[in-house]
C-alpha cells in the first residue's frame, strides 16, 4: 500500500539563471522589477525592484 503513495523523485539540478525585467504593481504603484529565474524549471530564485516606473 505504501508503494501507490510514494513522492516522484526528481533529478536535482543546479540552477541556469537568467534576468528578466518585468513591470508590477504593489499597492497600486507601478514598479520596475528585476528577476533572476531559472532557465531550467522556472522557478524565481531573487526579485529585487528597479525604481518606480512612470504611470
Given at each position: 500500500?505504501?508503494?501507490?503513495?510514494?513522492?516522484?523523485?526528481r533529478r536535482a539540478h543546479t540552477?541556469?539563471?537568467?534576468?528578466?525585467?518585468?513591470?508590477?504593481?504593489?499597492?497600486?504603484?507601478?514598479?520596475?522589477?528585476?528577476?533572476?529565474?531559472?532557465?531550467?524549471?522556472?522557478?524565481?530564485?531573487e526579485e529585487r525592484p528597479l525604481?518606480?516606473?512612470?504611470?
Amino acid at each position: 500500500m505504501t508503494q501507490l503513495f510514494t513522492p516522484l523523485r526528481r533529478r536535482a539540478h543546479t540552477h541556469q539563471a537568467t534576468r528578466t525585467y518585468v513591470l508590477l504593481q504593489r499597492f497600486g504603484v507601478p514598479f520596475e522589477v528585476e528577476r533572476t529565474v531559472c532557465s531550467d524549471c522556472q522557478r524565481v530564485l531573487e526579485e529585487r525592484p528597479l525604481k518606480r516606473a512612470a504611470a
